[in-house]
């Protein structure tokens, strides 16, 4: 059964502070999206990561791809509040068909 | 802007109606779109793939005759929720790429469905 774990599936963080989200998965693959989700909002694109060792940086956030690990990474560098969101890796399987992570919700504090 | 656009964004009805969800591509041709499930505080579901001109193709556990999928153009696609019962109350999310592969789906505003 194909697994696409998060972890931690919760985070509350202070604001200044650093941290990672892992994403592993079970299954051969080496596409990898990032999405982040807002309370009662659908999905916005944060980064695609097509090949291993890819590592793509906006803002604050740094995402990169192991595929012989079957990891990703999402960094969080010096959050901010505006950070706070759900945030789902989700793993190509056959040509755009996703499957989700299971989600990790930060919370970032002052 | 965006890109898919998903009607409506919010119902709510009675248990036994049966409720259409449309997702359409507005700027760009899609031959797959594909049909999410979220219910609170969970990881998105893969239902079914969407496919222009042909069946569904439905996950393990999405009962077909439930979920009616139709995809009757190359910028729509249509989930109608058959007969529907509190326990389908979810967030109903769609998706289509513009470019297989190689660029991120678009996701719709989803559908929030809920069910008296």
């Known amino acids: 059964e194909l697994k696409v774990e998060q972890n931690p599936l919760f985070l509350s963080m202070q604001e200044g502070k650093n941290y990672t989200i892992y994403c592993n998965y079970s299954?051969?693959?080496?596409?990898l999206y990032w999405y982040r989700q807002d309370p009662g909002k659908s999905l916005e694109s944060l980064f695609v990561?097509?090949?291993?060792?890819a590592v793509k940086q906006e803002g604050r956030l740094m995402a990169s791809l192991d595929t012989k690990a079957r990891l990703s990474t999402l960094h969080i560098t010096a959050a901010v509040h505006d950070l706070s969101a759900t945030y789902f890796c989700?793993?190509?399987?056959?040509?755009?068909?996703?499957?989700f992570g299971t989600g990790t919700r930060l919370q970032v504090f002052p | 802007g965006a890109v898919v656009s998903q009607h409506p964004s919010r119902v709510i009805c009675k248990s036994g109606t049966s409720v259409k969800i449309e997702c359409r591509s507005l700027?760009?041709?899609?031959?797959?779109m594909f049909w999410y499930r979220q219910f609170p505080k969970q990881s998105l579901m893969l239902m079914a793939t969407?496919?222009?001109?042909?069946?569904?193709?439905?996950e393990q556990g999405v009962e077909k005759d439930k979920f009616l999928i139709n995809h009757a153009s190359l910028t729509l696609s249509t989930l109608t929720v058959t007969s529907a019962h509190p326990e389908d109350s979810s967030f109903y999310i769609c998706?289509?790429?513009?470019?297989?592969?190689?660029?991120?789906?678009?996701f719709g505003d989803g559908t929030r469905l809920s069910i008296l």
């Open positions: 998706s289509a790429s513009r470019s297989h592969g190689n660029q991120p789906q678009h």
């Open positions: 299954t051969t693959s080496d596409r």
């Open positions: 990561l097509l090949s291993n060792g």
């Open positions: 989700a793993v190509d399987v056959d040509t755009d068909k996703l499957i």
């Open positions: 700027d760009f041709q899609a031959t797959t």
């Open positions: 969407s496919n222009e001109g042909s069946k569904a193709t439905y």
